[in-house]
């Protein structure tokens, strides 16, 4: 197994924050820490190369920097690249982990990177790059590149790796099912009888953080707005033709509407399984109202209305997806000139 | 109140006349399955089929699957309000087929969309949906029924659950006679002997056909919380009628739920069980919702609960009153312990919940139902031959969330399931 090191200009022996601009540069075989961790990794693996770059270039251009450091090492041929440990230097801390996430984006080899779980740069990368956790300083040294050398063997075997708590990496915010020995209600039962005798508990669920959306400000002239109506209702036409998913939506549609003024019972039905749906069955503008807003329009108390509504089904969305449904229907508004919406939810 | 269970646990069943149970067998008389079920017009035509644990078997569009109960004693019947009048249970003796489901398979006759659509839930009885599938650990005994003269899908359904519930209740009529296995002697009265009390809050799902339970024989939307001797729901008071793939909680999960085990389990040794608190989930709008999560919090407090253990059926809009019951108990001062299934998409990296108050501190993960699994095609397919929502091919193999598993919710929560970070 070949394994490749990436370290700062500190670690590599070139100097202190006075060679904070040493370009790349690599060295055969294990230099400084990585003599330490080639005892660690013993016969099976290999530490072949030793790439480095100074702190504060490869924080300040990683954009033409890590490109050149993946490049010195690929020429390594290496299965497994591991960078640091960087405890809790923050530029060093960067430089790892941008030059782990480009190794395996551009190389398709595992990477894991080593520093403090306070690092900027642990919080920053801790979803795309592995990364094990350090003490902020250089004294946990040892236990951090046991913990380099055993999950580098693991990685370069091809072995999938366990939960993060089993392991010993940060939580990559990735949440997958295992099984415990007893049931949720006999663990919840658990933790309740823990909080009752006031003794300490972890709870198997941090509550989330959600982005908080501040209301727009009131159109300040609706009578010059150009209205869109945009939905995650799952309305469209009859038959489905799109494939509209019920649940789950990957993709969202905009239908034009010919200029009617009403959308007539029979043409519509709702691809979407988590509400009652007889209701809008019956008259499709109860959902998307443009019965309504083309007579606000008649009447000059609104601009124009877009020809065309916007849908998709919110029915078990997947926050991240439907987050770029959003940004897609947002930039496609933006092409038809569109300045306001309204935004029917189910 | 004063119950005793009578268990016969059944390890095999086979077709055959006469209709028996004989140590751990249970024979099934088809015909006389076919004269319960076809005594109701609504129904045209029945298929009796039998799985087994580990069966390379896969089922589409089952409904609910009931574990048989039969007191042998009147004047009251399990299932009150659907076997009998609608007159208190929990008391005497009951006969219980354990290990044994009766379930319905069945399409709907009439068309319908949204939430009144059909969504079948899977069971896989082998390979790795198994883990997940209710009814996939138990002996099956499968319905597969035709619609007959039904008026609408909601007669329909009445008829599909009365049918079923003729059945298990002659099946566990069976074992009359026969010497139980064990029998479980349940008893929540009596002083608490300055154990801590701790009720145990039920939220159902009550959104309409389709998406129901019943109490003592009535589906629960107008109604506030109210409490159960915990003795009611082991003799069948609660019914699951909620054909949501996943979230749906069975009958058989609701006569025997991880939580009402959990707590008698400890019962008297290191926790007084001071009640159960039935709720409904998927109150309308927020005012209906606020109203009902004060309801429990105040039924917790005239049962001087300590504490509250709460799990709830379903997902999403239910979530939120669940979430709001949390909020009101731990304001009135009972801190609670709850079960929460999770999403988070495939990966596993989006947000696990759906809504969340932040006095829910403390939280049992039963697992994330929206990863993926591959199933392997299977030998035998009961209940149509494609997806009913889905329109696959359902002999080939299937790439599904969890979620799309029957009663996948429950399961995990019962058999241990966790989602942890990785």
């Known amino acids: ?346 | 109140m004063h119950l005793d269970v009578a268990a016969f646990p059944v390890r095999r069943a086979r077709l055959g006349a006469p209709a028996a149970y004989d140590d751990g067998v249970l024979t099934i008389d088809p015909d006389v399955v076919r004269r319960l079920v076809l005594g109701d017009p609504r129904i045209a035509d029945v298929r009796v089929e039998l799985a087994h644990p580990g069966e390379s078997v896969r089922v589409l569009r089952a409904l609910d699957a009931i574990e048989p109960l039969h007191k042998p004693a009147a004047p009251v019947s399990a299932f009150p309000g659907f076997l009998g009048p609608p007159h208190t249970v929990g008391h005497g003796l009951t006969h219980r087929l354990s290990g044994f489901t009766v379930v319905q398979v069945t399409d709907f006759p009439f068309p319908a969309s949204g939430v009144q659509a059909f969504e079948e839930g899977v069971i896989e009885m082998s390979g790795p949906g198994a883990a997940y599938s209710g009814c996939a650990d138990r002996v099956n005994l499968f319905l597969v029924l035709t619609p007959g003269r039904a008026v609408s899908n909601v007669d329909y359904d009445d008829a599909v659950r009365r049918a079923a519930l003729r059945v298990a209740d002659r099946l566990a009529a069976l074992t009359i006679g026969h010497a139980p296995e064990h029998v479980e002697v349940v008893d929540h009265g009596g002083e608490d002997g300055g154990r801590r009390r701790i009720v145990w809050v039920h939220q159902v799902r009550a959104q309409g056909p389709m998406v129901q339970s019943f109490l003592y024989g009535h589906e629960m939307s107008g109604m506030v919380p109210t409490v159960l001797d915990p003795t009611e729901l082991l003799d069948g008071a609660l019914l699951g009628a909620n054909y949501k793939t996943g979230s749906k909680t069975p009958t058989y999960v609701h006569t025997r739920h991880p939580s009402l085990l959990a707590l008698a389990a400890r019962h008297g040794r290191d926790l007084h069980l001071a009640g159960v608190i039935v709720a409904r989930g998927h109150h309308e709008n927020e005012f209906l919702k606020e109203r009902s999560a004060h309801f429990v919090a105040k039924l917790a407090t005239l049962l001087r609960a300590d504490g509250a253990l709460c799990t709830y059926e379903a997902t999403g809009n239910t979530h939120i009153d669940f979430m709001l019951t949390v909020q009101a108990l731990e304001r009135a001062g009972i801190p609670a312990a709850s079960v929460v299934h999770e999403y988070g998409g495939p990966l596993g990296d989006d947000p696990p919940l759906v809504d969340f108050v932040p006095e829910a501190v403390a939280l049992a993960s039963s697992g994330g139902i929206d990863r993926r699994l591959s199933l392997p095609a299977v030998e035998r397919v009961i209940g149509g031959d494609r997806l009913a929502h889905r329109g696959e091919p359902a002999h080939g193999p299937l790439d599904l969330p969890i979620q799309e598993l029957f009663a996948a919710t429950a399961t995990m929560n019962e058999r241990g399931a966790v989602a942890v970070e990785h």
Request: charged share 20%; aromatic share 6%; hydrophobic share 45%.
């Open chain 1, 1 to 346: 197994m070949r394994i490749v090191q990436y370290l700062n200009q500190f670690f590599a022996g070139l100097g202190g924050e006075a060679r904070a601009e040493t370009p790349p540069g690599a060295r055969p075989g294990a230099v400084g820490p990585g003599l330490a961790l080639q005892r660690l990794l013993g016969a099976e693996a290999e530490v072949v190369g030793t790439v480095f770059c100074g702190d504060g270039l490869v924080a300040d251009r990683p954009d033409s920097v890590v490109p050149k450091i993946v490049g010195l090492i690929e020429a390594f041929a290496p299965d497994v690249v591991v960078a640091g440990p960087a405890f809790d230097a923050g530029r060093y801390g960067l430089g790892c982990a941008r030059v782990c996430a480009a190794a395996t984006a551009r190389l398709g080899v595992p990477a894991l990177a080593a520093m403090a779980p306070e690092n900027v740069a642990a919080e920053l990368h801790r979803r795309e790059v592995l990364i094990v956790p350090t003490t902020a300083t250089a004294i946990g040294m040892p236990a951090a590149l046991v913990a380099m050398a055993r999950l580098a063997l693991r990685l370069g075997r091809g072995e999938p790796l366990g939960p993060a708590a089993v392991e010993g990496y940060l939580p990559r915010g990735r949440r997958m099912n295992a099984w415990a020995p007893a049931s949720a209600s006999q663990r919840a039962l658990g933790l309740l009888l823990a909080r009752l005798r006031h003794e300490p508990f972890t709870t198997e669920v941090e509550l989330p953080r959600y982005d908080r959306v501040a209301p727009p400000p009131p159109i300040a002239d609706p009578a010059r707005m150009r209205l869109a109506l945009v939905t995650e209702c799952g309305l469209v036409p009859t038959g489905n033709p799109d494939r509209l998913e019920w649940v789950r939506a990957d993709k969202w549609l905009r239908y034009g509407l010919g200029g009617i003024d009403d959308l007539a019972r029979g043409a519509y039905e709702v691809a979407h399984g988590g509400y009652d749906a007889a209701f809008a069955v019956e008259d499709p503008d109860r959902l998307v109202p443009l019965d309504a807003v083309r007579e606000l329009a008649r009447r000059g108390e609104i601009g124009e209305v877009l020809d065309a509504y916007y849908v998709t089904c919110g029915n078990h969305g997947i926050l991240g997806q439907m987050a770029i449904h959003a940004r897609e229907i947002a930039a496609d508004l933006r092409r038809q000139h569109v300045d306001s919406v309204l935004l029917v939810a189910t």
